[in-house]
């Protein structure tokens, strides 16, 4: 399996339940959100866009996903919430195709436009390794069957602080999408600040 093959399985919704360890506390704590993941086609618009704004030639990019998401945690002060949504955009390198470059509309560590890595493993996990400018993350994916996803991650910030998380997610096969692919892929959302995001 590819990285656009992993994108394409995890199409639909999801509902996870997260549990983020602030490891300097050594204190836990809990959370739920709902994902929304759209895998998009090489020569959808939102992908040759993603590819411009990197300065990426759109011809290598051999597809992306569409992901929302919105949830809680446990410690969220009044009004705080982790909701927003990306963009993504696979460039696989030219003599490995299980890697590569995988760019976003904005990062979940920072809202900035990022680039960062991905490869499959030989477990056909799903790696992404981002380096921000104050921190880095790691994140695995993998599946345990169609309808359950589990996903681990690091944040480590550069100051000292970081964070380690895990999350169960269930597929959601009895609703359906609120909106088509192609609203959801245009949606003018303003997203906010999400440590992990999907």
């Excluded at 904005?106 to 960062?116: F, K, M, N, S, T």
Aim: negative net charge; charged residues 25%.
């Amino acid at each position: 399996m590819d990285a656009i093959e992993f994108f394409q399985r995890c199409a639909g919704q999801w509902r996870s339940q997260r549990t983020t360890h602030h490891l300097p506390f050594r204190r836990a704590e809990s959370g739920d959100s709902e994902i929304y993941v759209e895998a998009l086609a090489a020569d959808h618009p939102k992908v040759i866009e993603i590819c411009k704004l990197h300065e990426y030639d759109p011809s290598l990019a051999i597809g992306g996903a569409f992901v929302s998401w919105d949830g809680s945690m446990a410690w969220d002060k009044i009004d705080e919430n982790h909701q927003g949504s990306t963009i993504f955009a696979l460039i696989p390198d030219a003599e490995k195709p299980r890697q590569g470059t995988l760019l976003r509309e904005r990062g979940y560590a920072e809202i900035v436009p990022i680039a960062g890595r991905y490869e499959m493993d030989e477990d056909d996990g799903l790696v992404l390794i981002t380096e921000y400018e104050t921190m880095n993350s790691i994140e695995r994916f993998w599946f345990v069957s169609p309808t359950l996803r589990l996903r681990t991650s690091t944040v480590q910030r550069f100051g000292g602080f970081n964070t380690a998380t895990f999350c169960a997610e269930m597929r959601i096969e009895s609703e359906q999408n609120e909106s088509s692919p192609s609203e959801a892929s245009s949606s003018n959302t303003t997203p906010l600040y999400s440590i992990s995001g999907w």
